[in-house]
C-alpha cells in the first residue's frame, strides 16, 4: 500500500497537496470544496497588515485574464460538480503552457480582518473536517502590527502560520527604519528579525513565506532558518512587471486600466524547483512546501524530488476547479504503486543530490564547436524518413545551416553540424534522433 502522507512543520498531511492562499481559499466554503476534493489543507487569505486597509478600492472588474492560452479544443469538459474528477480524461496529459495575468492595479490584501478572520479559520475547520489542515497566514509594515498578529493567531483554531514576507504591502516603517514599501525578504537582516519575533511569540508552528522575485534567494531562504521558524514556503506570489499588449491597437491591459500587471504561469514551476534543491544543497534542515507553475500530477513528483514536503497550488484550481486534486491524487498513487515507491520519503530530494554545482567537473566532455576548429562530434543527428512528414521545421529550425530538404527529406551535412539537438527537439514526429557516431 501506499502511504501518501508527509510530515510539514512537525504537523502530519494526509497527502502533500495544500490550495495555496488565493481566490481559491477566500471563503470557509472554497476550503470546503478544496476538502472534498482531496486537498489536505488550505493556506488562507493573508490577515491585513492594517485593519484600515479593508477600505482601500483595490478591484477592477474584470480581474484575471489568460495569455498565450493554447489548445482548449483537446481538453474534454470538466463536469458539472466542481469536486468530482474529469471522467474519462486520461490522466497526466500534457497541457499547453499559458500565462495568468492580474490586470488589476490592486489586489485585495484579504476579505477578513482580525475578529472576523477569527471566525474565518473557525468555519473553516468546522466545514472542512478534522483531517484538513488550516493554515493562517500573517503580515505586517510596523512591529506592532507584526505583534497584534501573532496575539490574533494564537487565539485562532489554525494548525499552522505561515509570515508573509512576500505580501507586496508586507513593509516595516518604525521597526527598521528603512523606506515604508521595501519587501521583507529582500533583505535578510530583516527577514531573521521578523522571524525571530514572530516564532517567539506564536504559540503554533510557523514557516515564512518568501516571494521568487528576490536578488539571492537563498540568502533570504537561510536568514529565516536563523529566524527559527518550522518551514518555508517559497512562492510564485507574482512576477511584476507583466505587460499585455494588443498589437492590433497598441493598447496595453484592460480598456481603462492601461498599467503594468503581475503574472503567473506554469513556466515558473522549473525556477521554484531549482530554488528548492539549492537550499537543499547548502544544508537547509527547514521543511519546505513549493508554490509555483504546478499544472499537472508530474509537476507535484518533481517538487517533492527537488526537496519539497508539501506543494501548493492555486493558479490551476481557478482555471480547473478544485477537482484536479482528485485527479492528481490518483495519478501520484498510481505512479508510485508502479514505481515501487511505498511514501515520499523514498524520492523525496533525490533530484538535489544528483545536482552538480561544480561545472569543472564537465571539462572533459567539452569540446570546441567546429566552427572554431574543434573536433569532430562524437555524435550525430539521424533522420528516419519513414516517420518523417516532411514538415521542413528542421531546415527551417537549424541555425548551422546544416539542414536542407533534398529530394523530398531532409539532409544533413556533418561538416556543418554542431549536434546541437534544436532539430531533434523541434520534429513533430521523433524522426530525429542523436545517435553515437
Known sequence: MVNLSVN??????????????????????SCQQAAKAGFAGAALKTNPRDPSSMEEKTVSRPVYRLGDWRGQGRWKPIPPKISAPRKGKKLGVKKPPYSFFAVSPGMPNAYFSDGQYLDYIKKTKDLAGDDFRVIASITGDTEKRWKEQCELINQSEADLVEINLGDPFCSFGD????TPGLPASAVPEIVEKIC???????????????PLQMTVPLLSAQACERGGV???VFANSSLRPGLSIDIETGEVGLPGFPCFQGVWGPWVALLI???IANFKIHGMKLDISGVGGIIEPEDVIR?????????????TVMIEGWGIATEFLEFIQKWMEKNGYKDFDEIRGIA??????????FDDKLELPL????PPPKQRIEINNKKCITCGWCEAGCMHLAIEIRKKYPEVDRKLCEVCGMCEALCPVRAISIVEV
Request: include cysteine; proline fraction near 5%; hydrophobic fraction near 40%.
Open 8 to 29: 510539514y512543520c512537525g504537523l502530519k498531511f494526509k497527502n502533500p497537496l495544500i490550495c495555496a492562499a488565493s481566490p481559491v481559499t477566500h471563503t470557509p466554503e
Open 175 to 178: 521597526f527598521s527604519g528603512l
Open 196 to 210: 525571530k519575533m514572530c516564532t517567539d511569540l506564536l504559540e503554533k508552528p510557523a514557516a515564512a513565506k518568501l
Open 230 to 232: 518550522s518551514g518555508l
Open 273 to 275: 524547483c531549482g530554488n
Open 303 to 315: 517538487f517533492i524530488m527537488a526537496g519539497a514536503n508539501t506543494v501548493q497550488i492555486a493558479r
Open 352 to 361: 538535489a543530490k544528483k545536482v552538480v554545482t561544480d561545472w569543472t567537473q
Open 371 to 374: 566552427i572554431m576548429e574543434g
